[in-house]
């Protein structure tokens, strides 16, 4: 059954791992929500998962993200961010407080995680239970991002240029606003026009690159 969309397919996928855990006594919580996006620490940062505590949602929610930029082959990508998406829901199932401890521990290892519990890998036996669920829920509709290509985003401006004019002729000249803090607007070279006028300064929120929106 082909899904929708990421979002569509990862609940699809926790739900078919529900009776996983339910079996190691350990059940999911009713609310959680799954999402492929960047983790907290940004595309930068090095973890690939990360679930937030109920506690913070406004709706008691455990917001789980699934970084997009993960470079798994395609035929292993969907068996991977299932690996990955168990590993957040034991967090889920056990509380965040009990970080990668005992109780993280039994659970990961029972669904057949294998490796550091900080960084699990998807064992035989975890492949071998979700591959049914995969099979049910069909192809995973995502395809790697590439976040180290060239964006096709402007770039942004790293220092705004302020206009000056000279109010008798016209004459412009554009500075940056520390220089115009430093030594205020620029003579008009033309004899007796004295000094310019120059745009208001602001509070220098765009000298930094502007909005980042």
């Known amino acids: ?17 529900a009776p996983l855990f339910a079996a190691l006594d350990a059940p999911l919580p009713a609310r959680i929500r799954v999402a492929i996006g960047f983790t ?14 109920n506690r913070l949602s406004a709706d008691g929610h455990f917001e789980i993200f699934i970084r997009p930029d ?29 970080g990668h401890g005992k109780a993280f521990k039994r659970i990961a290892l ?6 550091p519990m900080r960084a699990t890998t998807p064992g035989e036996a975890f492949l ?18 590439d ?7 402007p770039k942004k401006q790293k220092t705004r240029m302020l206009k000056c004019e000279c109010a008798t002729c016209g004459y412009t000249v554009r500075t940056a606003r520390k220089w115009l803090e430093l030594a205020g607007a620029p003579l008009c070279p033309i004899e007796d026009h004295g000094r310019m006028e120059h745009e208001p300064l602001d509070d ?10």
């Open 1 to 17: 059954m082909e899904q929708d969309n990421r979002e569509s397919w990862l609940n699809r996928v926790a739900a078919g791992m």
């Open 70 to 98: 993960l470079a798994h082959a395609p035929d292993a990508m969907p068996a991977q961010i299932a690996a990955i998406l168990a590993h957040e829901l034991v967090h889920a199932a056990v509380g965040i407080p009990a």
């Open 204 to 213: 220098g929120s765009e000298d930094e690159g502007g909005d980042d929106g």
């Open 147 to 153: 976040t180290d290509g060239e964006s096709t985003a």
């Open 40 to 53: 907290s620490s940004g595309r930068k940062g090095k973890a690939i998962g990360e679930c937030w505590d």
């Open 128 to 145: 071998a239970a979700v591959a049914p669920i995969l099979d049910a829920v069909g192809p995973l509709p995502h395809a790697r991002l």
């Open 110 to 115: 029972g669904l057949g995680l294998v490796g």
